[in-house]
T-cell receptor, first 112, second 116 residues
Framework: DAEITQSPRHKITETGRQVTLACHQT?????MFWYRQDLGHGLRLIHY???????NKGEVSDGYSVSRSNTEDLPLTLESAASSQTSVYFC???????????FGPGTRLTVT | DQQVKQNSPSLSVQEGRISILNCDYT??????FLWYKKYPAEGPTFLIS?????DKNEDGRFTVFLNKSAKHLSLHIVPSQPGDSAVYFC???????????????FGQGTTLQVKP
């Protein structure tokens, strides 16, 4: 069965470290998204991609970057982790504009 | 600037009764709306959607109503079951003239508790 996975599921890192969160989907979807979930804010879009070599900034992109070298993967990198980036991160994918997004199980990141 | 708002952080209902979750939006360009359900330690899962050309969409126990003039949508769950206890997010999307976006703007979420 097709799925979307994230790794690691939990991560503790120190301020200033570079961290990469992995997202892998086997749906063969063109669209992929990264969100963060924080209390009182719901899900906020960090970066998104509409296909290989395409990346776009979302509403909270500062301090984050993504790359899309193939259809299946969209890794999220925190260049220099900050305590404000402690959050739960969700990756999602969709086939098209009006199609539902399929979410991964999430990565809980703690920056100390 | 919160374009999609869920003003009730939590809702508690008795099993078998109706649950009504509300969502307001400010951007008149939104033309597609979705509801997602999220259990603890899991990713959100799609529940139901509605296009702006409709005012109602029904799927089993779940019905979404859209009032475009009021920029308001609601999710009705009838009858509510304990397994419906979760966080519910509404989301909105707009298709610009240039075509595909797929971007969703989410509300803050409402935690529903259905008591046995």
């Amino acid at each position: 069965d097709a799925e979307i996975t994230q790794s690691p599921r939990h991560k503790i890192t120190e301020t200033g470290r570079q961290v990469t969160l992995a997202c892998h989907q086997t749906w063969n979807h063109n669209n992929m998204f990264w969100y963060r979930q924080d209390l009182g804010h719901g899900l906020r879009l960090i970066h998104y991609s509409y296909g290989v070599q395409d990346t776009n900034k979302g509403e909270v992109s500062d301090g984050y970057s993504v790359s899309r070298s193939n259809t299946e993967d969209l890794p999220l990198t925190l260049e220099s982790a900050a305590s404000s980036q402690t959050s739960v991160y969700f990756c999602a994918s969709s086939e098209g504009a009006f199609d539902e997004q399929y979410f991964g199980p999430g990565t809980r990141l703690t920056v100390t | 600037d919160q374009q999609v708002k869920q003003n009730s952080p939590s809702l508690s209902v008795q099993e078998g009764r109706i649950s009504i979750l509300n969502c307001d939006y400010t951007n008149s360009m939104f033309d597609y709306f979705l509801w997602y359900k999220k259990y603890p330690a899991e990713g959100p899962t799609f529940l139901i959607s509605i296009s702006s050309i409709k005012d109602k969409n029904e799927d089993g126990r779940f019905t979404v109503f859209l009032n475009k003039s009021a920029k308001h949508l609601s999710l009705h769950i009838v009858p509510s079951q304990p397994g419906d206890s979760a966080v519910y997010f509404c989301a909105a999307s707009a298709v610009p003239e240039s075509g595909n976006t797929g971007k969703l703007i989410f509300g803050q979420g409402t935690t529903l508790q259905v008591k046995p």
